[in-house]
């Protein structure tokens, strides 16, 4: 049974940081992407980040400079480094695994504000 649990979310100030991780059991894991997706409230889900079997990423430009994820496929874990957080940034943060059916983390909150 595959399984997604992440991590590390929480309240931050403006222009602080935290990494999301999000851990994936039950499956072959490195030979698939993987991508964070996040929900501020009132608003569609919209992709984030993501990333390839070969490493290369993608971003949303609001993110660009500013988040950076990155995979352990040894921990089948992938991260979501983010820096200079802004309020904007607040939502449920959601990791995405795309092996059929497709599958989705359970969600962190993540809250910027002073």
């Known amino acids: 049974q595959v399984q997604l649990v992440e991590s590390g979310g929480g309240l931050v100030q403006p222009g602080g940081s935290l990494r999301l991780s999000c851990a994936v059991s039950?499956?072959?894991?490195?030979?698939?992407?993987l991508s964070w997706y996040r929900q501020a409230p009132g608003k569609q889900r919209e992709l984030v980040a993501g990333?390839?079997?070969?490493?290369?990423?993608n971003y949303a430009d609001s993110v660009k400079g500013r988040f950076t994820i990155s995979r352990d496929n040894a921990k089948k874990t992938v991260y979501l480094q983010m820096n200079s957080l802004k309020p904007e940034d607040t939502g449920v943060y959601y990791c995405?695994?795309?092996?059929?059916?497709?599958?989705w983390g359970q969600g962190t909150q993540v809250t910027v504000s002073s």
């Open positions: 990333i390839g079997s070969s490493g290369i990423t």
């Open positions: 039950g499956s072959i894991f490195s030979i698939y992407s």
């Open positions: 995405n695994f795309p092996r059929p059916p497709g599958y």
